[in-house]
């Protein structure tokens, strides 16, 4: 018997697919005779008491959740985010070198520091890797800081409204689709994929600038997975460290490449669960060391 706990926060509670999700970690835990308790930020000095924790929470290495993962290594209980999974995804500049350096096949990317941030560049950037550009602030989350630009002028404003957030800017070759594979990784396993299909006319998983349409969640059965994409999936994963993953991917011509590895990927009922009603037990499983 493992006695585990789920860190959590009072906005994932308000969310009724992600409450749920909850509920299902703890009916798994019972389901294989261990306890499980929420655990909140006030009490975060009982993080001792527990054998496994689980943070369902905004990461961010400024965040509480951060705290917690990296009190949890210490006093030598297993951690599902690892505190190196949270510091090195909310960094796209880490994270991409990461799966570069491993090969990992991406879109054509640069790192551009504010002297580099000029119309010559945008110019010399829209001829190798072509138009439209995509940019990203390096700790952009939920699409917030991600954009597309067509010409020089823009590429300066969104790039220099960016990199008020950071010391660089990420430039990429744009992959158009209208979906984003997601797959869900654990310490060399894949629990789960889904297709993010994106509202009409958008053309990333959430437009803020249009009615705020968030994208449609599409089950993928695992035995029809492309293998091709699960394995591209768990390479961009093992770069990044044993952790619990969400990998996005394009899929371009029969090719992917990873768009993106997220640490504390959603789990909400009814959406990413719906082909792999089992992701709850074998995450329960490893955190209880039994798997
Ligand atoms: N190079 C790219 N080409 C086309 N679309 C992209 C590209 N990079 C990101 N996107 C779209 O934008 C979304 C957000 O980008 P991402 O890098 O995942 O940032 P965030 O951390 O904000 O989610 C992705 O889910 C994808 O749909
Ligand atoms: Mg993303």
């Not at 510091?87 to 504010?114: F, Q, S």
């Not at 560049?121 to 072509?130: D, I, K, N, P, Y």
């Not at 394009?250 to 590895?261: A, F, L, R, S, T």
Request: charged content about 25%; proline content about 4%.
């Amino acid at each position: 018997m493992a006695r585990l706990a789920v860190f959590t926060e009072r906005y994932t509670i308000r969310s009724s697919v992600e409450l749920t999700a909850l509920t299902n970690f703890r009916l798994a835990a019972f389901e294989q005779g261990h306890e499980l308790d929420f655990l909140f930020k006030s009490e975060l000095k009982y993080i001792r008491n527990y054998d496994g924790i689980l943070i369902r929470a905004l990461t961010d290495p400024l965040n509480t959740s951060y705290v917690v993962a990296r009190h949890a290594e210490m006093l030598g209980k297993r951690v599902l985010d690892h505190s190196s999974a949270i510091l090195i995804c909310c960094d796209k500049v880490n994270m991409y070198r990461r799966l570069e350096a491993r090969g990992v096949p991406i879109p054509e990317t640069r790192y551009l520091a504010e002297s580099d941030l000029t119309a010559v560049t945008a110019v010399r950037l829209f001829e190798e890797l072509g138009v439209p550009l995509v940019l990203k602030a390096p700790n952009s989350s939920f699409s917030a800081y991600v954009d597309r630009v067509t010409t020089p002028e823009a590429f300066v404003k969104v790039g220099r409204r960016f990199l008020r957030r950071a010391d660089r800017v990420v430039v990429q070759q744009y992959m158009p689709s209208d979906f984003d594979w997601r797959v869900i990784t654990l310490a060399g396993r894949v629990l789960a994929v889904v297709k993010y299909a994106f509202a009409p006319a958008q053309w990333k998983l959430m437009d803020r600038t249009a009615e705020g349409e968030w994208a449609n969640v599409v089950a993928t059965p695992l035995a029809d997975a492309d293998p091709q994409l699960l394995a591209t999936a768990l390479a961009a994963s093992d770069a990044i460290g044993e952790s619990l993953y969400g990998v996005d991917l394009k899929e371009i011509d029969g090719e992917y490449y990873v768009i993106e590895v997220n640490d504390n990927p959603t789990i909400a009922a009814g959406e990413e669960d719906q082909a792999n009603p089992e992701i709850y037990a074998e995450i329960i499983r490893h955190l209880a060391g039994d798997g």
